[in-house]
């Protein structure tokens, strides 16, 4: 049984259908990659993925380790052991992101029926998950996300990550707004994360990304289908020739 | 009879039988004041609301309850730990029922160059100092509670602090609310704040209530700060959950003075705070901030005066509220700019936060300018917690109960941040978190 298996998935946003039938079948140990253009409805399935509200599935099911995620909240799938990292961080005004990450980090933990970390094990804890990606103290103890530059906001996604240790990680446009050096540095935490036991949703417009977090698989999404799926040359093929021939296919 | 006055004038019963056991009844310019006050309570009634002031504020059950002045002394023998603001070794002063305790208080605490002494021991003793301190209320229908106070007064603490002392140590005024059985028991403190010139110091209040029962606190509390003095004056409403809170501060404030008041409201049934502050010297700063945590049938009032009478001060006000269940909130924050008053700043910020359908938020800013060279802002927002963040936290794996009291604690920690006292902003902020606590244990216990 694959790790997520998304099956025939329809879905509607204010009536308007948005994905037409997707079929995506994820293993542990893979990193797979979605590419398309702009209004593909690449972030309606990172959302879907997470429980946003909103959208309806009218036909197909999302599959989590065999069990129905359309079932569960967005909180009961985190503890599942799924992660969003999202395109667009939220700012949480008031909130540190140290208590956030504590938060965060007990919930999962009690959820697996771990003890809590206290205040100093889970300082110690962090600080060895944020030094790799160069966040400081004096960020850890500043409002989540607020005031944070773009590279900053993505930085922070992945010190998430590295701090729930999800088992399926979807990245949403992890790569906009970045310069190559924090896209480099973005790449190396999600890269320090991959093992046999967890697996990788990449959803991108661009490749670049693609050269640092090397992918299994890439599917090309457009206009609410996967259109073609390919190993990592795709991608290079697609970097090449634009999505047009997709566009166009589907216009015609 | 005219539709701005509530008829019943319960409260101002018993008047003639309590008047000669109040103390200072034989002085003859407060023997008049006390009955300029009952003949406006009298002429006036309370206010309905017709009357501008009291537009969102209903007073009908608070003429209802046939509160009448208090008798005896409330049965006390300590303060509740825990019971009002953790301020360490502050010094105490304890009214009870609106009486000063010096059993319950530690006056004997009080820093060098501050003096604290209750009103009835000083309307006994040496009323003449206290004449030109005892302003009366403000005339007509608006200032109808406060006449009250001034035919009722009894009680309160007289706090004069010495031209340049500085002081770090708060000075705690805890007010205890003692239900009566049988009897529905009002009081009426009267407190004098005097800060002397280039002094600084900080006036605590804590209002709490003890046992089930309902009572009406109507407070007046007449505030001079000296030139060049800085008050910091904070107040935790937390009064029973019966209680009416009616209180009302007037501020007069000299030439580079600051006066920095804050005011947490937590408990009651019915609760106003009013302030007016006069801003009458130049480079002067008045800062007038809040916070409101309303839920089952609370009302919550905040309301604002700020007159700006002398150019160059600046005036800044920020309130923030949380409202759930059919709480209802009121913010009312009028600036009036006097012609001479150039160079005036004055800013007021007033947001809420709805966390039921059936909450209810009146905001009503107010700006009165008749200067043309000033910087006044205004601004005022409803609104709910938002779906993103919720979306965000939950997506971490919190869940939602826990989400929603996060966004809700840090919505207020930004009101409780504008004290500029570590002390106060910790003992306040462990108020505001007990009360999203017991919301949360609420919710969960409802949902089980």
């Known amino acids: ?252 | 009879m005219a539709k701005e006055m509530i008829k019943d004038l319960s409260l101002a019963a018993g008047f003639e039988e309590a008047a000669p056991r109040l103390p200072g009844s034989d002085v003859a310019w407060l023997d008049a004041l006390r009955a300029q006050g009952i003949a406006a309570f009298r002429s006036n009634g309370l206010p309905t609301r017709r009357v501008e002031a009291w537009r969102y504020t209903n007073l009908n059950a608070l003429a209802k309850a046939g509160f009448a002045p208090v008798r005896g002394d409330a049965e006390l023998d300590a303060v509740p730990d825990g019971a009002a603001l953790a301020l360490g070794d502050a010094c105490r002063i304890v009214l009870v029922n609106g009486r000063l305790r010096h059993d319950l208080s530690s006056l004997d605490q009080l820093p060098d160059g501050i003096a604290a002494v209750g009103l009835a021991e000083l309307l006994r003793r040496s009323p003449a100092d206290l004449e030109d301190l005892i302003a009366p209320a403000p005339e007509g229908r608006d200032g109808v509670l406060a006449a009250l106070n001034d035919a009722f007064m009894e009680d309160g603490l007289v706090l004069q602090i010495e031209a340049g002392v500085s002081v770090d140590t708060p000075i705690h005024l805890v007010s205890i609310g003692v239900p009566v059985a049988g009897q529905a028991v009002a009081f009426h403190p009267r407190n004098l704040i005097v800060a002397g010139a280039g002094s600084r110091s900080t006036l605590v209040e804590s209002h709490i209530g003890l046992g089930e029962g309902s009572y009406f606190s109507n407070g007046l509390t007449d505030v001079t700060v000296g030139k060049g003095a800085t008050l910091t004056h904070a107040k935790l409403q937390d009064e029973g959950a019966a209680a009416f809170h009616v209180a009302l501060v007037r501020a007069r404030i000299a030439d580079e003075a600051v006066y920095d008041s804050f005011v947490l409201h937590r408990g009651g049934e019915l609760a106003r705070h009013e302030t007016h502050a006069s801003i009458e010297g130049s480079g002067a700063e008045c800062r007038l901030n809040g916070a409101y945590l309303g839920t089952g049938r609370q009302h919550i009032d905040n309301t604002t005066v700020i007159d700006h009478m002398a150019p160059g001060s600046q005036s800044s006000e920020v309130f923030k509220g949380v409202l759930a269940g059919h709480a209802r909130g009121v913010f009312q924050g009028r600036i009036v700019v006097h012609r001479d008053a150039q160079q005036t700043n004055g800013h007021q910020l007033n947001k809420t936060l709805l966390l039921s359908r059936d909450a209810e938020m009146d905001t009503k800013p107010e700006l009165e300018i008749y200067a043309d060279d000033v910087k006044c802002s205004h601004g005022a927002t409803v609104g709910e917690l938002s779906e993103m963040e919720l979306f965000y936290l939950r997506t971490r794996g919190i869940d939602e109960a826990t989400a929603r009291d996060m966004l809700v604690s840090a919505f207020l920690s930004e009101a409780v941040s504008e004290l500029r006292d570590e002390t106060l902003v910790s003992a306040f902020a462990e108020r505001i978190a007990g009360w999203v606590e017991a919301r949360h244990e609420d919710r969960t216990e409802k949902a089980a």
């Open chain 1, 1 to 252: 049984m694959a790790l997520l298996e998304i099956r025939n998935l329809h879905v509607t946003v204010e009536d308007k259908p948005i994905l037409k039938g997707i079929d995506l079948s994820i293993d542990k140990g893979e990193v797979h990659a979605i590419m398309g253009p702009n209004g593909a409805g690449k972030s309606t399935l990172s959302y879907i993925i997470a429980g946003r509200d909103g959208y309806e599935v009218t036909d197909g099911q999302i599959l989590f380790d065999g069990k129905d995620m359309l079932e569960l909240e967005p909180d009961e799938r985190a503890r599942a052991g799924l992660f969003l990292a999202f395109q667009y961080p939220v700012e949480i005004p008031g909130v540190t992101n140290t208590t956030f990450l504590k938060t965060a980090l007990n919930s999962l933990r009690k959820g697996r029926g771990e003890g809590e970390l206290d205040a100093m094990q889970f300082l110690k804890f962090v600080r060895e998950k944020a030094r790799p990606l160069g966040i400081g103290d004096e960020m850890l103890k500043r409002a989540v996300n607020v005031g944070y530059s773009g590279g900053e906001k993505k930085r922070n996604e992945i010190l998430q990550m590295a701090v729930l240790e999800p088992v399926l990680a979807v990245l949403d446009e992890t790569d906009s707004g970045l310069d190559i050096d924090a896209l480099k540095i973005v790449a190396d935490g999600v890269n320090a994360l991959r093992s046999p036991d967890n697996a990788t949703l990449v959803i991108t417009h661009y490749q670049r990304l693609l050269d640092y977090i090397v992918p299994d698989r890439v599917h090309v999404l457009a206009d609410g289908r996967i259109v073609k799926s390919g190993g990592k040359d795709l991608a290079l093929e697609l970097e090449a020739k634009g999505y047009a021939q997709f566009s166009s296919a589907e216009a015609a």
